[in-house]
């Protein structure tokens, strides 16, 4: 059984950076994309970043060259690293995984097969 675990979030001044990290465990399959999203109250959910099991990567317009994300060897453990934080950064942010799916944009092709964590809180204040 997959399960995703989240953590690092909370209030931060704008400009400033936070670290979020995601502890997975049981993810079967050796060829997968891990993402991160985020869900602002009233507003949809965004999927903000992703990596493959081959280590490409891509990113969102709204996080592109202020977000990185990473990975531990041995997909036990996915980072988000936020600079130059801004309060529409404002919001709940989801770990996920989905097996058999890869590619730089592979976060964009989630499908309800898709195992998330519970979410860690971000609160950026101006």
């Known amino acids: 059984q997959v399960q995703l675990q989240e953590s690092g979030g909370g209030p931060v001044q704008a400009g400033g950076s936070l670290r979020l990290s995601c502890v997975a465990s049981g993810i079967p399959d050796s060829v997968y994309c891990m993402g991160w999203f985020r869900q602002a109250p009233g507003k949809e959910r965004e999927g903000i970043a992703g990596?493959?099991?081959?280590?490409?990567?891509g990113y969102g317009d709204s996080v592109k060259g202020r977000f990185t994300i990473s990975q531990d060897n041995g997909k036990n453990g996915l980072y988000l690293q936020m600079n130059n934080l801004k309060p529409e950064d404002t919001a709940n942010y989801y770990c996920?995984?989905?097996?058999?799916?890869?590619?730089?944009?592979?976060?964009?092709?989630?499908?309800?097969?898709?195992?998330w964590g519970q979410g860690t809180q971000v609160i950026v204040s101006s």
């Open positions: 990596i493959d099991s081959q280590g490409r990567t």
């Open positions: 996920a995984v989905e097996t058999r799916l890869i590619g730089y944009g592979c976060f964009r092709s989630f499908s309800v097969r898709a195992t």
